[in-house]
Structures are given as structure tokens and as C-alpha cells.
Nanobody
Framework: QVQLVESGGGLVQPGGSLRLSCVASGSILSIYTMGWYRQAPGKQRELVASITSGGSTNYRDSVKGRFTISRDNAKNTVYLQMNSLKPDDTAVYYC?????????WGQGTQVTVSS
């Protein structure tokens, strides 16, 4: 059974950077389009960025130019480099396929942007 494990979150000041990692227990990353999602308190989960098996990327407007998604299929890992972080980026971040598969949701990793 595939498991996705996110890590790399933390507390950072506005303008700071974090790099999130998502490790898959199975070799799904080379097959599926993968996405990073986030859910802020009281809000619905939203797609932040995605990357196809061929490496094409897409971003929601609010993170364009600040976030970069990448993947290393040999390591079964997807990354999200987040720069110039803003308080509005505060959320629990998850990775999943796109479209998402319900039983792939993991625990996520908390990102808090605050001074």
C-alpha cells in the first residue's frame, strides 16, 4: 500500500524560506502527476502546485514566482521550495496525486509564517 509522508515544515518569519519533502513508499511518482496541497484553519484544502511525470509544472497565482515544485523519481520524492513566505501561506501542507486519491492523504506538515 502506498504511503505519502510529508516533512520540512516549521515556523518561519515572513520573507523566509522552507523546503518541503514528500516521500512515497511506492513507485507512484514516475507515473502520476503529483501535487502539493494546503489547508489553512477554517478553509478548504487547495491545490498549490503540481508537476507531471514529464516535469511540467503549474502553480496557483498566489504562489507563482515564490514556490517551486520538483521531483526526484529515483528517490520517490517530490519537493516544494517555498521562498518569500507570507503569513497567508500558513497552513498544513500535503502531497497527493492530481487528481487526489483519498486514501493517499498523509498527516501533512505544518507551515507557520509569523513574526
Amino acid at each position: 500500500q502506498v504511503q505519502l509522508v510529508e516533512s520540512g515544515g516549521g515556523l518561519v518569519q515572513p520573507g523566509g524560506s522552507l523546503r518541503l519533502s514528500c516521500v512515497a513508499s511506492g513507485s507512484i511518482l514516475s507515473i502520476y502527476t503529483m501535487g502539493w496541497y494546503r489547508q489553512a484553519p477554517g478553509k478548504q484544502r487547495e491545490l498549490v502546485a503540481s508537476i507531471t511525470s514529464g516535469g511540467s509544472t503549474n502553480y496557483r497565482d498566489s504562489v507563482k514566482g515564490r514556490f517551486t515544485i520538483s521531483r526526484d523519481n529515483a528517490k520517490n520524492t517530490v519537493y516544494l521550495q517555498m521562498n518569500s513566505l507570507k503569513p497567508d501561506d500558513t497552513a498544513v501542507y500535503y502531497c497527493n496525486t492530481l487528481p487526489h486519491i483519498a486514501y493517499y492523504w498523509g498527516q501533512g506538515t505544518q507551515v507557520t509564517v509569523s513574526s
